[in-house]
């Protein structure tokens, strides 16, 4: 019937600027992220695993 889909990763926690403990989707290590600052709006961090690398979502700050 339905095709099983490859749910896409999920555009993790977007819940803050600082780094967070998480548990890759990518990698299964617990560890704390690394977050950048993406392009030149310092309102939008993009976090990364400290272990493999790999993107795991963007925290925007809500304009004020
Ligand atoms: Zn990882």
Avoid: D, N, W
Avoid at 6 to 32: L, M, R
Avoid at 36 to 58: A, D, K, P
């Amino acid at each position: 019937m339905v095709a099983t889909t490859t749910a896409p990763p999920p555009a993790y926690f977007a819940v803050g600027p600082k780094p967070h403990e998480v548990c890759c989707p990518y990698c299964k290590q617990k560890g704390k992220t690394i977050t950048r600052r993406f392009l030149l709006s310092c309102c939008m961090r993009r976090q990364y695993c400290s272990s493999c690398g790999e993107y795991l979502g963007t925290y925007r700050r809500p304009k004020l």
